[in-house]
C-alpha cells in the first residue's frame, strides 16, 4: 500500500471528535486483516501540550516536520475560519503536496488547504456553516456545500466532523478494495456509504407533521422497489398526497427532490454489483432501475466522479478479484 504513513494535525481549541475519526480509522490495530495497515502519528505545530475542548491537553513529541513527512496528511480543522494559517503550516502542506503527499481535510480543515493554496481550481467542501465564508475568503476555489466529501485524487475534503468518517472509509476503500472497507464500517457501526449530501441537515424546524411518517414510509418503499419504474406521482399516491405537496414535503425534509434522491438510491445501490459481481453494465443498469446503460453511466459519473467500469477496477482488483466485463 503506498499511503500507509498518516499524520494528523492537533491545534489548540479543537475538539477531539475529529481527531477520535481519524486515529479510530487509521490508528488502530487491524491485525484480523491480515495485511500492513496505517502508521498514524499525530502531530501539532508546536510539539508539547495541546489545549482541547473541555480544559484538558493531549500531548505530542511531533511537529511540522513530521506531519509533513508522511504519505497522507490529515488537517481536522482549524482554531479560527477567518484567520490565514501560520506560514510554517502553509510550507509545510505545500512541501508535502509537491513532493507527492496525499492531502486530506475534514470540516474546517479545509480553510488551511486553501489558504496553501492546494484548492485553487478545485471543487472542494467545508461544513455548510463556513460555506460562503470559504467562497469569499477564497474565490479561487469551486466551494460544493451539498457533497460529504470531495476526493480529487491528491487533496480530499470532507464536510462538517461526521462527514470525515465517510472520507477516511472512502480512502480505507481506495487503499485496500470494498471488503476491507466494508469490514472497517462494520467495526464501526456506520453504513459503508451514506447517502446524500448536506442539504439534509441544514438546520430546519422539527415538526410533529404526519405528512413526515408517510414520506418516510413511502422512501423507505422506494428502496425496496428501486428495479420497478417509480415516478414523482407513484410517491406521492405512496404517501396518500397530492404530487405538489408531495415535492414540497420532500423538499423540506431532504432539501432536494425526489427523482434526484432516487437517482443516488440506484447509484448507490449498484456499488455492490460492481463491486461483486461480473455482470456487465447493462445488467447491473437494469438490476436497479435505470432504463438503459448510457443513463445509468451519466448519473453514476455525475454522482461518483467516475465511470462504473473505472469504478469497478479501481475497487475490484484492489480487492484481489478478477474483473468481469464492463
Known amino acids: 500500500m503506498s499511503r500507509r504513513t498518516v499524520t494528523v494535525l492537533a491545534y489548540p481549541g479543537m475538539s477531539v471528535f475529529e481527531l477520535g475519526i481519524v486515529t479510530e480509522v ?52 482549524v482554531p479560527d475560519v477567518r484567520v490565514d494559517p501560520s506560514p510554517a ?72 466532523s461526521a462527514a470525515g468518517l465517510d472520507l477516511c472509509v472512502h ?7 470494498p471488503a ?27 415538526t410533529d407533521d404526519p405528512a413526515d411518517d408517510r414520506l418516510a414510509r413511502s422512501m423507505e418503499w422506494a428502496l425496496g422497489h428501486l428495479v420497478e419504474p417509480i415516478t414523482v406521482e407513484v410517491l406521492a399516491r405512496r404517501a396518500h398526497m397530492s404530487a405538489r405537496t408531495y415535492l414540497r414535503h420532500f423538499a423540506r425534509a431532504t432539501g432536494g427532490s425526489p427523482i434526484r434522491w432516487l437517482i443516488d438510491q440506484r447509484v448507490h445501490a449498484s456499488l455492490a454489483l460492481l463491486e461483486t459481481t461480473g455482470s456487465p453494465i447493462e445488467e447491473v ?3 436497479v ?8 453511466r451519466h448519473h453514476f459519473t455525475r454522482t461518483m466522479r467516475t465511470s462504473p467500469s473505472a469504478y469497478r477496477r479501481a475497487f475490484r482488483e484492489k480487492d484481489g478479484q478478477a474483473v468481469g466485463a464492463s
Do not use: K
Request: glycine share 10%; net charge negative.
Open 171 to 177: 480512502v480505507v476503500r481506495r487503499d485496500h478494495g
Open 289 to 296: 432501475g435505470f432504463d438503459t446503460a448510457v443513463t445509468f
Open 26 to 77: 487509521f490508528g488502530l490495530p487491524r491485525p484480523e486483516f491480515d495485511r500492513p495497515w496505517y502508521d498514524l502519528t499525530i502531530c501539532a505545530e508546536t510539539p508539547g501540550p495541546v489545549r482541547v475542548v473541555g480544559g484538558a491537553a493531549l500531548h505530542t513529541e511531533h511537529g511540522l516536520d513530521t506531519f509533513a513527512a508522511a504519505q497522507t496528511l490529515i488537517v481536522p480543522g
Open 89 to 160: 503550516l502553509v510550507t509545510a502542506l505545500r512541501t508535502a503536496h509537491a513532493r507527492g503527499a496525499r492531502i486530506m481535510s475534514i470540516c474546517s480543515g479545509a480553510f488551511a488547504l486553501a489558504g496553501a493554496g492546494l484548492l485553487d481550481g478545485r471543487r472542494a467542501t467545508t461544513h455548510w456553516r463556513y460555506a460562503e465564508i470559504l467562497r469569499a475568503r477564497h474565490p479561487q476555489v469551486e466551494v460544493d456545500a451539498d457533497v460529504l466529501y470531495l476526493d480529487d485524487g491528491d487533496v480530499l475534503t470532507s464536510a462538517g
Open 285 to 287: 443498469a437494469a438490476a
Open 180 to 206: 476491507i472497507a466494508n469490514a472497517v464500517a462494520r467495526r464501526l457501526v456506520v453504513p459503508p456509504h451514506r447517502d446524500g449530501g448536506q442539504a439534509q441537515f441544514i438546520e430546519a424546524p422539527v
